[in-house]
């Protein structure tokens, strides 16, 4: 079983940046994929970016010139760090964890982001 923890979210202003953190544990394969969706009021749930355990990343086309993931395999975290925010990005942000057929999800963090 996997449990995954976020933290970071908050209310800010557009312009201004945030980070995500994700942290994992339990039986976890060293092989996998993490990453971040969102989702909005009304919207399904979409992808903002995620990044396998050997480096390979995919970033919706939303997220590419202002988020970054990073993660530490070590310690099984998983961050965004999202700039230039805008009041489009607000939603609930979910960590998701998945290899094989598992597919975890955490709690999610709302960001909310001002005009």
């Known amino acids: 079983q996997v449990q995954l923890v976020e933290s970071g979210g908050g209310l800010v202003q557009a312009g201004e940046s945030l980070r995500l953190s994700c942290v994992a544990s339990g039986s976890i394969f060293s092989r996998n994929t993490m990453g971040w969706y969102r989702q909005a009021p009304g919207k399904q749930r979409e992808l903002v970016a995620e990044?396998?355990?050997?480096?390979?990343?995919n970033y919706a086309d939303s997220a590419k010139d202002r988020f970054t993931i990073s993660r530490d395999n070590a310690k099984n975290t998983v961050n965004l760090q999202m700039n230039d925010l805008k009041p489009e990005n607000s939603a609930v942000y979910y960590c998701n964890l998945r290899w094989d057929i598992i597919n975890s999800w955490g709690q999610g963090t709302q960001v909310t982001v001002s005009s």
């Open positions: 990044l396998t355990s050997r480096g390979t990343t």
